[in-house]
T-cell receptor, first 114, second 114 residues
Framework: AQKITQTQPGMFVQEKEAVTLDCTYD???????LFWYKQPSSGEMIFLIY??????QNATEGRYSLNFQKARKSANLVISASQLGDSAMYFC???????????FGKGTKLSVKP | DVKVTQSSRYLVKRTGEKVFLECVQD?????MFWYRQDPGLGLRLIYF???????EKGDIPEGYSVSREKKERFSLILESASTNQTSMYLC?????????????FGEGSRLTVL
């Protein structure tokens, strides 16, 4: 099965510091998309950032950036200047083929300390 | 504002009961999905649908069925609920767009089976 691996079940970061959440993936496809979602304690899944496999630049969305290393099959999320509101579960995902579904990793729980 | 709406945020049911989880989207999306989320396991795909009256099994379809009679509505059915189906259920939809494969999620339905 084509997997998404998030090796950090939980992480702590000090407020205003940067943090990197790891994600590696399996795929034999040449064209694919990678996603990161945030899930606060309220439960809703919030889209954060997208990286296409053929995008020349690493994706950025405000304080979120994606460190995409295609040869290593990694797509790490970098959050700069962490805020208390960033405390949440973070999921990495990849499109699962032609069906349109996303395959998700098991998630990383980020806790931001004041 | 685009929206995916799940009928119930919290449900408590008894073993053996039939359970309906309803999901409605207002984005005219072709694709709709039901995921199950459990701690430490991430999101796992139960069923998805890419058109009215069409359905495909995901990774964990056992014990579930689905119905899609109208494009905007996708229902998840537990014919005879069991305690191991206690979980958070997330509905999502997707359509064509720049970030092909981006899922829009509902707020989730937390089901407890006693």
């Amino acid at each position: 099965a084509q997997k998404i691996t998030q090796t950090q079940p939980g992480m702590f970061v000090q407020e205003k510091e940067a943090v990197t959440l790891d994600c590696t993936y399996d795929t034999s496809d040449q064209s694919y998309g990678l996603f990161w979602y945030k899930q606060p304690s309220s439960g809703e899944m919030i889209f954060l950032i997208y990286q296409g496999s053929y995008d020349e630049q690493n994706a950025t969305e405000g304080r979120y950036s994606l460190n995409f290393q295609k040869a290593r099959k990694s797509a790490n999320l970098v959050i700069s200047a962490s805020q208390l509101g960033d405390s949440a579960m973070y999921f990495c995902a990849r499109k699962g083929g032609s069906q349109g579904n996303l395959i998700f990793g098991k998630g990383t729980k980020l806790s931001v300390k004041p | 504002d685009v929206k995916v709406t799940q009928s119930s945020r919290y449900l408590v049911k008894r073993t053996g009961e039939k359970v309906f989880l309803e999901c409605v989207q207002d984005m005219d999306h072709e694709n709709m999905f039901w995921y199950r989320q459990d701690p430490g396991l991430g999101l796992r795909l139960i069923y998805f649908s890419y058109d009215v009256k069409m359905k495909e099994k995901g990774d964990i379809p056992e014990g579930y069925s689905v119905s899609r009679e109208k494009k905007e509505r996708f229902s998840l059915i537990l014919e005879s609920a069991s305690t191991n189906q206690t979980s958070m259920y997330l509905c999502a939809s997707s359509g064509e767009g720049r970030r092909t494969g981006e899922l829009f999620f509902g707020e989730g339905s937390r089901l407890t089976v006693l």
